[in-house]
């Protein structure tokens, strides 16, 4: 927690250029792209970063293929662009992968429709990924054995891309990002409430860890604030053109279904796109939509009987999956950005997750409503060009604030780890090479890890069983990554509660050590903090 207290400290003691409050997607980008191009920034998030909706997705980064039938296609040419750029610049992060999509008798349309779609899709992206296909019933089956193509009329391969890690660790790399770049970030800071004194914004806020509270000073306020921005906006005295309305969404994490890595993709019930999603050694199944009122919601039984009911009709699976076999939930809801004219219960289902923001010109005042982690870099750069056009001088404006580093330095790296035999030290249980995944997580920091592995080959030990964390990663994340709580590490650093089981992790001798790596004295107090909120809570935070 030494970076964290570091950074805190310097927070009431200058005037930023720009506050960002909310560290999601959008506020995290936000602020990589302004501190990247040389504006004084400072990031709060009244949790830990990506601690709601960016948290909660389905690990998807897709042009958006379901606004096709709506006939959005500038939307969807822009998403698709954005997933290209995302692909190329985070090759090791996001991959292109394929979905195989399944149409049942009785759908609204001939599996000929939907494919046609799917061609237009792939040229509307550029032809940056493979060609779709279309598939008769035998073969779906011959790709996908445990689809049930009883009822089936046709289905279709075509590609989009996913996160290979999960979406709140790339959310923290652009944190990570900015505080290289110079930014002062915290998380566990709460705002309650800005107003203009003298030309600049004064926000009060509390250190949630401590309760003290202090002043942050100013040139430029942002509202990233993801579910909540209608929130603080009233607590600013901020009027804007447009508000969120809110759907709840809920998946399932279950033992892996399957070894093919593809999405498989079906309509649900209710008409949604319904997707089985590969998570590592886990399968990760839904979406629901439920439109509901406010942010704070929760897994019920009818959510959970909703995601069994479809994949269990949709799947030919030796043994029906039922609530004993969920490992862990995500659930939590969409911000979607409309205006006061929008956003009806008949549209209510084809609302897009396209962002907007909205400007206050004379206060020098941003809320940004919707988006998306496939929108983030567009994000980045609107953001920069708005706060340029309020005045606050952007150093570098073509800095290039986001992306993997260079190639040179990867295969340095790996070069690196070829001499010292890192692979050979891989865990018989991984998914992949430890080279591939230390450079994808950790990018020029993994050759910290190499030099720590050098001096003690202990560090290469896999430390929480059933994961393939090692134990000099956790020393890495100590230092550099702000983990406050166990659950920052455990469900947003990584993905431990993701994909080992509650009763699993309780029985662990490696989380006790993880906990002593992390928080020295105070391991013991923050074992028994994250125990006592898993017991206490029956669902995840917000999606």
Not at 79 to 100: A, D, G, M, W
Not at 318 to 341: E, Q
């Amino acid at each position: 927690m030494q970076l964290r207290q570091s950074n805190i400290g310097k927070l009431p003691g200058q005037t930023f250029d720009v506050l960002v409050i909310g560290g999601g997607i959008n506020g995290a980008s936000a602020a990589a792209a302004l501190s990247g191009k040389g504006a004084r920034v400072a990031l709060i998030d009244r949790g830990d970063f990506a601690g709601s909706t960016s948290m909660h997705s389905s690990n998807l980064v897709w042009g958006g293929i379901k606004y096709m039938e709506s006939g959005d296609f500038t939307l969807v040419r822009k998403l698709c662009k954005s997933r290209n750029h995302l692909i190329r610049s985070y090759p090791s992060t996001v991959q292109e992968i394929r979905f195989l999509t399944t149409i049942n008798k009785g759908f609204r349309h001939h599996p000929l429709y939907p494919w046609a779609g799917t061609w237009l899709y792939w040229l509307m992206g550029s032809a940056f990924t493979r060609m779709p296909n279309f598939l008769r019933p035998a073969g779906i089956k011959a790709r996908e054995p445990i689809i049930n193509t009883r009822n089936a009329r046709g289905g279709f391969e075509y590609s989009d891309a996913y996160l290979y890690d999960n979406d709140a660790r790339f959310v923290f790399s652009f944190v990570r990002g900015a505080l290289d770049f110079g930014a002062m970030a915290a998380n566990y800071v709460e705002s309650l409430g800005s107003r203009r004194e003298d030309g600049l914004w004064v926000t009060s806020v509390r250190d949630r860890i401590d309760g003290r509270t202090f002043e942050i000073r100013s040139r430029v306020l942002i509202n990233a604030a993801g579910p909540w921005v209608d929130q603080h906006n009233r607590l600013s005295g901020q009027q804007t053109d447009h508000h969120h309305v809110f759907s709840k969404g809920i998946h399932l994490i279950v033992p892996r279904l399957t070894e093919n890595k593809r999405v498989l993709a079906f309509f649900a019930d209710d008409g949604r796109l319904f997707f089985v999603i590969p998570m590592g050694p886990r399968t990760c199944i839904g979406t629901t939509d439920t439109r509901v009122e406010t942010p704070e919601v929760e897994v019920t039984e009818e959510d959970i009987r909703f995601v069994l009911d479809n994949i269990n009709t949709r799947l030919e699976l030796p043994v029906p999956l039922d609530p004993d076999d969920i490992i862990a939930t995500r659930c939590g809801v969409r911000p979607l950005a409309v205006k006061p004219s929008g956003g009806s219960d008949r549209d209510f289902l084809n609302l897009s997750r396209k962002h907007a923001i909205d400007i206050d010109h004379e206060n020098g005042h941003l809320s940004i409503f919707g988006g998306k982690l496939t929108d983030c870099l567009n994000v980045g750069e609107e953001v920069v060009e708005a706060v340029s056009q309020l005045g606050v001088e952007i150093p570098q404006p073509d800095f290039r604030w986001y992306g993997e580093p260079e190639a040179s330095v990867r295969e340095d790296f790996m070069h690196q780890a070829r001499l010292m035999g890192l692979d050979a030290m891989t865990s018989a249980e991984a998914m992949e090479p430890l080279s591939t995944r230390l450079w994808r997580r950790y990018g020029t920091r993994a050759l910290e890890l190499l030099e720590d592995i050098r001096q003690d080959p202990r560090q290469a030990e896999v430390l929480i069983e059933g994961t393939e964390y090692l134990r000099g990663e956790l020393k890495l994340t100590r230092r550099c990554e702000m983990v406050t709580r166990l659950e920052d590490f455990l469900r947003r650093r990584s993905k431990v509660s993701l994909v080992v089981s509650q009763s699993v992790l309780r029985d662990s001798p490696g989380l006790r050590e993880a906990c002593e790596i992390l928080f020295g004295d105070e391991a013991e107090q923050r074992l028994a903090e994250y125990w006592s909120v898993e017991t206490g809570e029956t669902a995840a935070d917000s999606v």
